[in-house]
């Protein structure tokens, strides 16, 4: 009996592994980043681990509600954990797995509210002043081009740093195989062309160090718990408060929507006062 329960078992591990590598390969095939697609597959196995249906193909709407609720993630999670189901039963109605995408009977959960959080200029000065090569370096693409980690670590020169009518330029490698061209400065562009051939920051993921890495190395660098990510939020308002330009900013940052742009952008505080003193001043006056 005990026998028949286990390699019951592994039949069900192997039915729900079968579906997500399948599914694994179609991402590939559609050249999703690698990250991207590490974290959906990550959903899927780890409902699989969880719920007592034999087959993904027998799992109900109901099912996946339960599942989601049994959870406390916060917000931003949840949004990718449907998103990930979404996009599983899509593929499987794609392919004749199913007929009905249960997932699309999940909610939608609304985006978090928050507010800006760019890093202290003087915290990441002093960084940049004290921290070693390495780890400047990253701290400069973060900081001068806005790129995430995962961005930072995949950086191979050789391949990515390129030359048009106006200067060298880099190719970022952005989220969900978006990539996007920025113009380096001088003297960052002539530092990554001196780099040896290879990825910029060697390591053992694929070659390279992996981006839970790099921003740990950058964080320790800036102290105070700053994240390299308030990197990404400097960046964003100190260019918008040159150019007052919220899409060059989306293109900077490499946001697929102008609302995400928004969150990054802080206010500053002194322009805010003076306008609203102002506006004060003439409705008083009026009086």
């Known amino acids: 009996m005990n026998g028949s329960r286990n390699a019951a078992a592994r039949g069900v591990d192997d039915i729900w592994r079968t579906a997500i590598d399948s599914w694994c390969a179609a991402m590939r095939a559609a050249h999703l980043s690698p990250a991207t697609i590490d ?3 990550y959903h899927l196995r780890r409902l699989a681990r969880e719920t007592r249906r034999r087959t993904p193909w027998t799992v109900t709407t109901a099912d ?3 599942w989601m609720n ?7 999670t949840a949004r990718s954990v449907r998103n990930s189901l979404r996009r599983f039963w899509a593929w499987a109605v794609a392919t004749g797995q199913v007929k009905r995408n249960v997932a ?3 909610p939608p959960i609304a985006p978090p509210f928050s507010l800006p959080r760019p890093a202290a200029p003087a915290v990441v000065a002093d960084a940049i002043e004290h921290g070693d090569a390495r780890v400047v370096v990253m701290l400069r693409l973060a900081n001068e081009l806005g790129m995430r980690r995962g961005e930072v670590t995949v950086v191979h020169p050789r391949h990515d740093v390129v030359r048009d009518a106006a200067g060298w330029s880099l ?3 952005g989220k969900g195989a978006r990539n996007r061209i920025l113009p380096l400065p001088d003297d960052l562009a002539a530092l990554l062309r001196a780099a040896p051939d290879g990825y910029l920051f060697p390591g053992l993921t694929d070659g390279h160090l992996s981006p839970h890495w790099v921003g740990t190395l950058v964080s320790q660098a800036l102290r105070d718990g700053t994240t390299m990510h308030q990197l990404r939020h400097l960046c964003a308002t100190e260019i918008h408060d040159q150019t007052r330009d919220l899409r060059l900013v989306q293109t900077i940052l490499g946001h697929a929507s102008l609302a995400t742009t928004q969150r990054y952008v802080a206010v500053n505080e002194a322009t805010l006062r003076t306008a609203l003193q102002a506006r004060s001043t003439r409705w008083n006056g009026a009086g």
């Open 70 to 76: 049994a959870h406390r993630w916060g917000r931003e």
């Open 64 to 66: 996946l509600l339960a």
């Open 171 to 173: 190719i970022v490698h």
């Open 39 to 41: 974290v959906r597959c």
């Open 104 to 106: 699309d009977g999940l």
